[in-house]
């Protein structure tokens, strides 16, 4: 079983500002790697699959790289509805598998 | 507009049983696969089993195996999980999937959810 690892587990960022997030597998996904964005209360948003490319309808500002083991989800620059907890996802192996989130909150 | 909607969540006592529905509207149900994910409270996202389009190749997580089944009816555009053996950490939100890509095989990219039913099991 391939496990995704997240970090870091909280970031305290400001609106405006450029956001990092990192996901590590234990085993080479390829690129067959997703973020997802997730609200309380709210369905669960896809954000990025395939690494890089953006979901239907999300926004510019996000933005995924890397592929093998080590990926990177950014965001240009925060708005306010982007706090929330995001998951990467691996779908390269079964089982597929979540990380365990890093919540971005308000600073 | 592409819909799933779940039903069936509620409290269940330890050792008992449940079956969840999601039903799908606004696309082509048979010919995507669709799976179930849960969130347990003050966790992170799990998956828990897929079924391809026709129903013929399913998967579980470990966790799930041997007391969960999948199944789904695409005369009523239905995908279900039966859980029995139920246990307090099974307790969690569950959210039924659509996988993004056309066709038998599954990969497990999910450009759909539903809002989710609320599984409490507790005695």
């Known amino acids: 079983e391939i496990v995704m690892t997240q970090s870091p587990a909280t970031l305290s960022v400001s609106p405006g500002e450029r956001v990092t997030l990192s996901c590590r597998a234990s085993q080479s996904v390829s690129s067959n790697l997703a973020w997802f964005q997730k609200k309380p209360g709210q369905a669960p948003r896809l954000l990025i699959y395939g690494a890089s490319t953006r979901g239907t309808g999300v926004p510019a500002r996000f933005s995924g790289s890397g592929s093998g083991t080590e990926f990177t989800l950014t965001i240009s620059s925060l708005q306010s509805e982007d706090f929330a907890v995001y998951y990467c996802?691996?779908?390269?192996?079964?089982?597929?598998?979540f990380g365990g989130g890093t919540k971005v909150e308000i600073k | 507009e592409i819909q799933l909607l779940e039903f069936g969540g509620g409290l269940v006592q330890p050792g008992g049983s449940l079956r969840l529905s999601c039903a799908a509207s606004?696309?082509?149900?048979?010919?995507?696969?669709m799976s179930w994910v849960r969130q347990a409270p003050g966790k992170g996202l799990e998956w828990l089993s897929a079924?391809?389009?026709?129903?013929?190749?399913?998967h579980y997580a470990d966790s799930v195996q041997g007391r969960f089944t999948i199944s789904r009816d695409n005369s009523k555009n239905t995908v279900y999980l039966e859980m029995n053996s139920l246990r307090g950490e099974d307790t969690a939100v569950y959210y039924c999937a659509k996988v993004m890509w056309v066709g038998e095989l599954i990969i497990t990219i999910f450009d759909y959810w539903g809002h989710g039913t609320l599984v409490t099991v507790s005695s």
């Open positions: 996802h691996q779908y390269n192996n079964w089982p597929p598998h």
């Open positions: 079924i391809s389009a026709g129903g013929g190749d399913i």
């Open positions: 606004g696309f082509t149900f048979s010919s995507y696969a």
